[in-house]
Each structure stands twice: as C-alpha cells, then as structure tokens.
C-alpha cells in the first residue's frame, strides 16, 4: 500500500511539473508577442479574417495565398463577417450560405468543425418541392439550402447533383440565459 502511495505521489508531481511547465512556456510565447518590435498589436479579428482566407483558399484550391499570407505577403482583401455571423467570400467561384434548419437535427455535436458533406436535392419534400439538403459523408441529415438560395445553388452546381462542399458548424451559447445552439455555414464551389 505504502508503495501504490508513493508511486502515486512521484506520478502527481510529474503530471504537475509538466502542466506548469507547459504554462511557463505558453506565457513565455505570449511575453514575446507583446514584446515585438513592430508597434503594431496582435489583432484577434484580423488573424481569424485571415485563417478564414487560409479556408476559402483551401476550398477553392488556390495555394498561394495560404502560402503568402504566412509569409506575411499577402496583400489581397481578406474577408468580410456578414451580419448573420458568415463570411463574405474573396473568390467569384466561391458562395457561402447559411445552413437552415441546422438546430432541428439530432447529433449535430459530433460535426462542429468543418465537414466534408454532399448537396442532395429533396423533392419530395411536403414543404419546398425545391429543396436541398445538406447530407454529411456519413449521410447524416446537418440541415437545407435556406429556401431563395436553392436557383443560386443549381446554378453554382449546374444541377449535377449529389455535389460535394464543405460546411463548418460551430456551437455557440447565448450569452443572456446560457442556451446552447448550433450554426452552421455551407461553402459551395461554383463548377465552371
């Protein structure tokens, strides 16, 4: 027993010098960002609009602005947030559209993040006979093309359906009663 206690004891002191060491160094790594040369200050927004860059480029397969922008050369727009929480995409071949219907769907937690999913039209829908669900690549159902957006939607695809995007949900928390929601943004590249 007193040796089970002092494994223990040497097991917690190594867990704990490894936590403050990880801490002394993520605090170190900050020191030095406020401690730059430039006088310019770390700008949360600008780095978030510029990772949004880094996303868009990546779906539409463009490789130099990732490249440039960590390279501290890019000099290009970088995007706008839209009032409902989107982004306004840089690129003309590149729509990205609010998923609808995203807070009515079971297991929607396990897909916070970005998802690679499939454009699936529903005619047989007792709603909108034009509809368009969004359908991850294990066939769960994330939500629908926001009714008006469909025609835009089959004109970016040429009506080859089922067709492959990209979505990226994330959960939020209202910040009056604590309640927790989903939204959810679906970035559709135009076939030309």
Not at 85 to 103: E, H
Not at 135 to 158: F, K, N, P, W
Request: hydrophobic residues 40%; proline residues 4%.
């Amino acid at each position: 027993m007193t040796l089970f206690l002092f494994a223990l004891l040497i097991v917690g002191a190594a867990l704990a010098f490894i936590y403050f060491d990880s801490h002394r160094s993520a605090a170190a790594k900050l020191q030095e960002q406020d401690n730059r040369d430039d006088d310019q200050p770390l700008d949360i927004e600008t780095e978030i609009r510029r990772i949004q860059a880094c996303i868009q480029a990546g779906i539409v397969g463009d490789k130099f602005v990732p490249g440039a922008i960590a390279s501290g050369s890019y000099t290009g727009p970088l995007p706008e947030r839209r009032a409902d929480g989107g982004w306004l995409s840089i690129y003309d071949n590149l729509r990205i559209l609010k998923i609808a219907g995203i807070n009515h769907r079971q297991g929607i937690s396990r897909y916070v993040g970005r998802v690679e999913c499939a454009l699936v039209p529903e005619p047989d829908n007792e709603y909108d006979p034009d509809a368009i669900k969004i359908v991850a690549e294990d066939r769960h159902h994330l939500g629908y093309i926001s009714i008006g957006q469909t025609d835009l939607v089959c004109s970016l695809t040429a009506n080859e359906f089922p067709y492959r995007c990209t979505a990226f949900i994330e959960q939020c928390e209202d910040e009056d009663d604590g309640h927790k929601f989903f939204t959810g943004f679906v970035y559709i590249r135009r076939l030309d």
